[in-house]
């Protein structure tokens, strides 16, 4: 009885702390990963005649603002048209008239872009090379950005043999050709030659001297986006993932609610220009692969508003909420959150209320596109499909735990959307054009309304764009651009790219570096908080040299090569080991023979006076030519003689090697009893005069 009590009475006090767990542990409805989570861009600005193509169609259709843009997608701009893309709320890309673009890469790792044809200017507010990369690809050229700021490609036509980057608003970017590579700097344009003798090499010059009336608008359109993020409220009412929510200001206001918070509505005069204005009304519903059905609404300010948050009817007015009833870990991207159902020969639809979760219309198309992830959750593998099993929708504010559904069951969305906000349309015109969309009829819009928006109604079978075979208005579908044929005809990029890689430090390593570890910048040493007196030696070249194996010999000596300058015979010797003739590379070195003067028979002295034994030897080195000769060669040579100190090293006198030649044998080894003889004659009275 006791031990009972006992857990009763443990069960009472755990019981807030378990409800609180299963609270904070509950999977919350609009928190998961979605099966598609493909990046897209969008359209911010369009004029003139543009068209488009996606990946996996023939046809080409024409552009039109906010028409979502994802890998693949290849874009073409007809004479005197514009076109602007957003990647985000600080990063844009706009073409020029005559131009051909491919999306080749758009990821949250990066975007890589190709241009065969055409100029493009891409602006870069902020940007972090570690943590995402910005390519461009010209012909047989690439260009990967390394700092914020703005960069121009232009890449002619298909008959140029040459290719222009310009470099402007404090930005940096590394261009490879072919067979090269180099760093252009802020302010910088440089010219690669991508054709003929000199392909690969490049020029660099002021990038002001090429402006023209593209960067004039280029810079227009700039000025506009900064005055709209100056007056933007991101981390305020929405964050980062809503870009695009900068137009918001200029059309309407927020406002703060006791049921959603924080809220946009638009301006009267900002919808007053459409007839019993309602959301997802005026539009078009265009097939983007891989997601499917999107809507593209005619508002200038809807792209915000109808990929995220949810539109809400309170009182008399349609408020926009950056969120639903819970909010997730991160804003998905959405094609459009409203709840789509087949009535007879009509399509339906209306925007989907505050409280309920997503509802996937495009599942059917999905069926056959099912991924599963795999997490580890406790140390056990878990398959966890990113789009669960679809479960009841439940009322506002009600939790649910983790695989359970809950009873209570959200009452259908009578009272949450009034009858003039369903809208519909003949099922076979859905998604041929802008065709007449119209609010249903009461009775008709009743029957939707009394429907509950969650998966267990199961999506409608929507055809797909090529069920429609062809049969599309021509505000969708348009001719191929002219300049189609030679765009395709065209090799852009340094290399081949793959999609979702950055080709940049590939590039780097290979064009720049040859493939070689680049020399490491030593930061100068601290002593005791004082830079040292003598800087330490500083490294050479760009990539470190791998150093050249030579023999050495035993005692560690290396050989120097180098000329006497003191006429001292004991340095010339030793500089010419070998002596006499040799053939090493010292024999350019000639022997430096004692000065003869004219007024003495011997030998003048050297400056020092070496001891008699060394004096000795020298002269048997030297062999003496005949008197004769020793008058008349130091006038003959004597001038000569004077300068060899400096053309010593160039000079060759074969006069002064004929004595070695001849040797004569009588002088050659005097007699060792002559000399000792010289003195006793002396001292008996004057030598007697020789011959």
């Known amino acids: 009885m006791r031990s009972t009590r006992k857990v009763l ?28 989570t493909a990046r897209v861009a969008r359209i911010s600005f369009v004029s003139g005649d543009v068209q488009i193509k996606r990946a996996d169609q023939s046809d080409w259709e024409r552009a039109a603002q906010n028409l979502p843009i994802v890998e693949g997608d290849e874009i073409a701009t007809d004479r005197g048209a514009r076109l602007e893309i957003q990647f985000s709320s600080e990063s844009y890309l706009r073409l020029s008239e005559n131009a051909y673009l491919k999306i ?51 890449a002619g036509g298909k008959n140029d043999s040459e290719v222009r980057v310009s470099v402007t608003d404090s930005g940096q970017a590394r261009v490879y050709s072919e067979n090269s590579g180099f760093t252009l700097k802020n302010g910088r344009s440089a010219t690669v030659q991508i054709g003929g003798n000199y392909a690969g090499e490049w020029e660099t010059s002021d990038a002001v001297k090429y402006a023209d009336d593209f960067d004039s608008w280029a810079l227009q359109r700039d000025a506009i986006i900064a005055k709209r993020l100056e007056n933007a409220h991101y981390d305020k009412y929405y964050d980062r993932d809503f870009y695009g929510a900068e137009d918001l200001n200029e059309y309407g206001e927020w406002i703060y609610t006791r049921k959603h918070g924080y809220v946009w509505r638009p301006y009267r005069d900002s919808v007053a220009r459409y007839a019993d204005w309602s959301p997802y009304r005026y539009g078009q519903w265009r097939w983007i692969p891989p997601y499917g059905w999107t809507w593209v609404n005619d508002e200038p300010w809807g792209w915000a508003t109808y990929h995220h948050g949810r539109w809400v009817w ?24 409203v709840f789509i159902s087949y009535i007879g020969n009509s399509i339906c639809w209306y925007p989907l209320p505050y409280g309920y979760d997503y509802y996937n219309y495009n599942s059917y198309y999905y069926k056959d596109r099912r991924r599963y992830n795999t997490t580890i959750v ?23 735990s983790p695989g359970k559904i809950n009873p209570r069951l959200l009452a259908p969305p009578l009272t949450l959307i009034p009858a003039a906000g369903v809208v519909t349309v003949d099922a076979s015109s859905f998604g041929t054009g802008k065709s007449n969309f119209r609010i249903a009829p009461v ?38 651009p002219r300049n189609t044929r030679a765009a395709t005809q065209i090799k852009t990029g340094a290399i081949e790219r793959t999609s979702g890689v950055s080709m940049g430090e590939n590039l780097r390593k290979e064009r720049i570096l040859g493939n070689r570890p680049p020399i490491e910048k030593i930061p100068p040493a601290e002593n005791n908080g004082a830079l040292e007196s003598e800087p330490p030696i500083r490294n050479t070249g760009a990539v470190k040299r791998h150093p050249r194996v030579e023999s050495t010999p035993s005692n560690g000596e290396v050989p120097i090569r180098q000329s006497p300058e003191n006429g001292d015979l004991l340095n ?34 050297p400056v020092y006076n070496p001891p008699p034994q060394r004096e000795e030897r020298l002269e048997r080195q030297q062999p003496q030519p005949p008197r004769r ?10 001038p000569p003689r004077q300068e060899s100190h400096i053309e010593a090293p160039t000079r060759v006198e074969p006069r002064r090697e004929e004595p070695v030649r001849q040797q004569p044998a009588p002088q050659q080894e005097p007699p060792p009893t002559e000399k000792p003889a010289a003195p006793t004659n002396e001292v008996k009275g004057k030598p007697e005069k020789d011959g």
Not at 123 to 146: C, H
């Open 9 to 36: 009475w443990a069960f009472f006090f755990a019981m807030p702390f378990l409800i609180l767990n299963a609270g904070n542990a509950s999977a919350v409805s609009d928190d998961y990963t979605p099966e598609v």
């Open 104 to 154: 080749t890469t758009l990821r949250d790792e990066g975007v890589a872009v190709s241009l065969p044809n055409g100029s493009l200017s891409a602006r870069l507010l902020t940007f972090d090379k570690t943590g995402a990369y910005f390519e461009i690809d010209a012909p047989q050229t690439t260009v990967s950005v390394e700092r914020s700021g703005m960069y121009r490609v232009d």
């Open 314 to 337: 309170d009182g008399s007015s349609w408020y926009w909420t950056p969120y639903s009833q819970y909010r997730g870990r991160r804003s998905w991207w959405r094609p459009a959150l």
């Open 378 to 400: 406790n140390n056990t593998t878990v398959i966890v499909n990113p789009t669960p099993t679809p479960i009841p929708a439940v009322a506002a504010g009600t939790v649910l």
């Open 443 to 480: 009775n008709l819009a009743k029957k939707i309304l009394a429907e509950t928006p969650s998966e267990i109604v199961k999506p409608p079978m929507l055809p797909t764009f090529k069920d429609l075979n062809g049969n599309v208005s021509k505000e969708i579908l348009a001719a191929s």
């Open 572 to 605: 010339t010797n030793r500089i010419r080991p070998n002596g006499g003739n040799s053939n090493n590379e010292n024999e350019s070195q000639p022997v430096r023979k004692p000065r003869i003067r004219s007024d003495e028979r011997e030998i003048a002295p």
């Open 629 to 638: 000769e020793r008058q008349e060669e130091p006038i003959r040579q004597e």
